[in-house]
């Protein structure tokens, strides 16, 4: 079983920055692969950032690419997401979960942080 806390979300201008974080709990913690994703008001959930156990091997999608950056300390059980030059169109409630791959099923999920880009 894994607990997973997203905090860091917040009001941000474009072009900023912020930093998410996601603090596990478990022994189990560092077997995982850990995702970000998204969703914004009246769209589905997307895929943002993935990234390995091993922390060898991150996955982005197409939109964040060379803006954001996933990362994890697994002797701390926390992964993060640093997101560089926002837009408005990140706007959106960031989730983080974990799963047996990264590009499987994910088991468990945080509640989410709000992130909110102002032009």
């Known amino acids: 079983q894994v607990q997973l806390v997203e905090s860091g979300g917040g009001l941000v201008q474009v072009g900023g920055s912020l930093r998410l974080s996601c603090a596990g709990s478990?022994?189990?913690?560092?077997?995982?692969?850990m995702g970000w994703f998204r969703q914004a008001p009246g769209k589905e959930r997307e895929f943002v950032a993935a990234?390995?156990?091993?922390?060898?091997?991150?996955y982005y999608a197409d939109s964040v690419k060379g803006r954001f950056t996933i990362s994890r300390d697994n002797a701390k059980n926390t992964v993060y997401l640093q997101m560089n030059s926002l837009k408005p169109e990140d706007t959106a409630v960031y989730y983080c979960?974990?799963?047996?791959?990264?590009?499987?099923?994910?088991?468990?999920w945080g509640q989410g942080t709000q992130v909110t880009v102002s032009s």
């Open positions: 979960a974990a799963g047996p791959q990264v590009r499987g099923t994910y088991d468990y």
């Open positions: 990234i390995k156990w091993s922390e060898l091997g991150e």
């Open positions: 478990g022994r189990t913690f560092s077997s995982y692969a």
